[in-house]
């Protein structure tokens, strides 16, 4: 398969959310793949050529700060956007990242933010 977008990494719990960032970003020119939880999307990291990760912070078993530490060893000059819920996440989480928004901002915020963090111009779906 031959790639002309990014390749970003979406991990996420909650699978309708997961979905629908999918397609908001496959309609946008980036290439997607999507992972459940923080062991499948870092394992996906290894062996994927991501470009970028957009992670959720709320997850079971890892939380997205945990992921987070992991995914800087392995590539530490991958950017990750970290999407929660809940707004004002300790400064111990927020620093791991690049980017941080919550869910609630909405698609036009994330594709500006992923965009920044990719140097990519701004598309609209």
């Known amino acids: 398969m031959t790639q002309n977008g990014p390749l ?4 996420d719990d909650e699978l309708v959310g997961l979905k629908v960032r999918k397609i908001l ?3 946008v020119g980036y290439h997607v793949i999507t992972a ?3 062991a499948s999307g870092i394992s ?3 062996k994927e050529p991501v470009d970028a ?6 997850m079971p078993g890892m939380h997205g700060g945990e992921v987070a530490v992991r995914l800087r060893r392995l590539k530490p ?3 990750i956007l970290l999407l929660s819920a809940y707004v004002g996440l300790p ?3 927020t620093s791991l990242v690049d980017l941080y928004m919550t869910k609630g901002e909405g698609a036009p915020v994330l594709l500006e933010k992923l965009g920044r ?3 990519q111009p701004v598309a609209t779906p």
């Open 8 to 11: 970003v990494l979406c991990i």
């Open 25 to 27: 970003l496959e309609r």
């Open 36 to 38: 459940m939880d923080g």
């Open 44 to 46: 996906l990291f290894e």
């Open 53 to 58: 990760v957009v992670l959720d912070y709320s």
């Open 77 to 79: 000059h991958i950017p």
């Open 91 to 93: 400064q111990d989480v």
């Open 117 to 119: 963090l990719l140097q």
